[in-house]
């Protein structure tokens, strides 16, 4: 491959301090001569695979997760081009270190391991003057704003403006991943206060001290910035990240039809299990309109994903009331039924007529269980997001095992002590038949003198390819139908279709390569739908790869003056 070749005017210690350009010890001794650099480095010129192992070597030293994290961080401040080079090299590795889980500690620590600026904050005070604030952006084309307000950080809550870490860390899997070019991203954090006591009391926090503002304050500045947005980057896709779920929904749905935007919690979660589920019914043999589908847990996560897969069965040729009544939705209050008064709209489109089951026994307090839902139901796919650990218990798992060949089992609540049953359990309970995917990382089982992968549902098999195509394709708005090809591609690379002892979806370092087949099927639909302009099949495959940055030192020459 040819290296490129850039024109640089910044000089010495200018071009040294900027993470973007700098090559450290990589420096040519032509471009040491030309840039005024000779001296200021030491004498040995590296090359980037010479400078990722030291590199790893210093990682290798640091003692615990939050080190590890800090170091990598640093590194992205310093060398940027090495820092995904570093990551491109030890992806399983360092995956876990730069984003989830140990980016919760980054963002519960924010403000007392911070050293430079990244990113913009975006903070309440300043509301008069957003759009400078945003024409003040380090870079001044982008492709990705990933956005959070803090308020719902990973599993840990609220951390205020120490959620920018979350962008930080997002962005940094839409570079290694789907190639966007880190200086075309650009993480923000709407700072609209916190009522995390802790960060609140903290004196080191660096967050506005305040209470979050709410209701129409709260959506005004939302709109403030979304409305620059798209005055100032009206191409550039948003990604709602992290949002407390009374905001997240009422958002997408406000600005989905007027930029390029979407919620990766909504509809990455929903992708990545619908992409999960197409390799495991395929695997199963059986046809999607074959499926009848129980879920223990009926929030966001559920009811985002129930919502695609209502989608797949009327895609199989169902017809949508038919695709309605293959749904079988337990929360809290037992299983959602018409005759229900504490149903959120879009659960009540899940809520079976009571007559279905007249004649199932009732608990004390009147709801129907998720027990007495698997022994009245044949169901194909039982799916687990209630935060409940433990709930598929032997027993259910048992009577579901009896009925059907291959039960499709997906436990994924998060972390690992509040998955619904642990691979093994399930494994032993079913005689080795079932279908898994989980929402934490399990090791491979062993059952039966052979071992089985366990995939894990992770939305970065979903946004930094979906991210890819928009660009590649230069796509306009993001449909759900978008994101359903998005998933539909993942799951037709499930490994476990050739290997019956592979995980269901693609291991980590083969993520760049699928991300392009997902890219372009993200690319086709847009333009199927008319909102990216048509291209042939070939011409948006080219789109792709040529969008698919990879981290390499570029050739630096003078700019003329
Ligand atoms: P949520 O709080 O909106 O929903 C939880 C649901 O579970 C509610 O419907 C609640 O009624 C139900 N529930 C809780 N305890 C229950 C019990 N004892 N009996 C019956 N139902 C009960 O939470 P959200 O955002 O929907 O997330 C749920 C879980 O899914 C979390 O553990 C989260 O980590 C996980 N998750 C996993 C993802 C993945 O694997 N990629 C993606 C998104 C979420």
């Known amino acids: 491959m040819s290296v490129p070749t850039l024109h640089m005017s910044l000089r010495g210690t200018h071009l040294l301090d900027t993470p973007i350009f700098n090559k450290g010890t990589a420096f040519t001794d032509d471009e040491r001569t030309a840039f005024g650099l000779h001296g200021l480095l030491p004498l040995q010129i590296e090359s980037l695979g010479e400078q990722s192992s030291r590199a790893y070597e210093a990682y290798r030293r640091k003692t615990d997760d939050l080190e590890r994290h800090i170091y990598l961080r640093a590194l992205q401040d310093t060398n940027e081009i090495l820092f995904y080079r570093l990551l491109n090299d030890h992806i399983e590795e360092m995956m876990p270190v730069v984003y989830t889980p140990v980016v919760a500690l980054g963002c519960q620590q924010f403000s007392r391991i911070y050293r430079r600026p990244r990113g913009l904050f975006v903070s309440y005070p300043l509301r008069a003057s957003i759009p400078s604030l945003l024409r003040n952006r380090p870079h001044q084309d982008v492709d990705v704003i990933v956005l959070t307000d803090g308020e719902r950080i990973l599993g840990i809550g609220d951390q205020g403006a120490g959620g920018m870490g979350i962008p930080i860390g997002k962005l940094s899997l839409y570079s290694l991943i789907g190639g966007i070019h880190p200086a075309r991203t650009l993480p923000v954090v709407l700072d609209v206060g916190t009522n995390n006591e802790d960060r609140l009391k903290a004196p080191e926090y660096l967050g506005w001290r305040h209470e979050r503002i709410t209701g129409d304050a709260y959506y005004e500045f939302v709109d403030l910035f979304v409305q620059a947005v798209k005055h100032e980057l009206p191409q550039t896709c948003l990604q709602w990240e992290d949002f407390a779920n009374p905001h997240a929904r009422p958002l997408l749905d406000r600005y989905r039809d007027q930029l390029l935007t979407f919620n990766d919690d909504i509809q990455g ?7 999960a589920l197409t390799g495991a019914i395929k695997v199963s043999g059986r046809s999607w309109k074959d499926q009848q589908i129980v879920f223990f847990g009926a929030g966001a996560a559920a009811i985002g994903v129930a919502d695609y897969l209502r989608m797949a069965l009327v895609d199989s040729g169902l017809s949508v009331e038919e695709a309605r009544s293959r749904f079988w939705i337990v929360n809290r209050g037992g299983i959602l039924h018409a005759d229900r008064t504490d149903l959120a709209p879009e659960q009540r489109v899940y809520a079976q007529p009571v007559e279905r089951f007249a004649t199932w026994p009732r608990t004390s307090s009147g709801s129907i269980g998720l027990d007495t839902v698997i022994r009245n139901v044949d169901a194909t796919i039982l799916i687990g997001l209630s935060t409940l650990g433990g709930a598929f218990t032997e027993s259910i798992v048992r009577e579901m095992a009896h009925k059907v060949d291959r039960p499709i089992i997906f436990p994924l609540s998060n972390p690992t002590d509040r998955c619904e049953a642990i ?15 989980t929402g934490s990382p399990f090791a491979p089982v062993d059952f039966a003198g052979r071992k089985f992968s366990i995939a894990q549902c992770n939305n970065v098999y979903i946004f930094p390819a979906v991210g890819l195509g928009l660009i590649a394709s230069r796509a306009r708005r993001v449909t759900d139908r ?29 993520l760049r390569t699928i991300a392009r087949h997902i890219a372009f099927a993200v690319g086709a639909e847009a333009q199927h739908v008319g909102v990216a302009q048509p291209t042939s099949p070939e011409e948006l495959r080219h789109l792709i790869a040529a969008t698919q940055w990879t981290p390499e030192y570029p050739h630096l020459v003078e700019a003329k003056p």
């Open 269 to 275: 979660t929903a992708a990545v299990v619908f992409g």
């Open 423 to 437: 691979p093994e359990d399930l494994m032993r309970w079913t005689d080795g038949r079932a279908i898994i995917a």
């Open 482 to 510: 978008m994101m359903m090809a998005a998933g539909r591609a993942l799951g037709e690379n499930s490994p476990a279709l050739s290997d019956s002892t592979a995980a269901l979806l693609p291991s980590l370092k083969d």
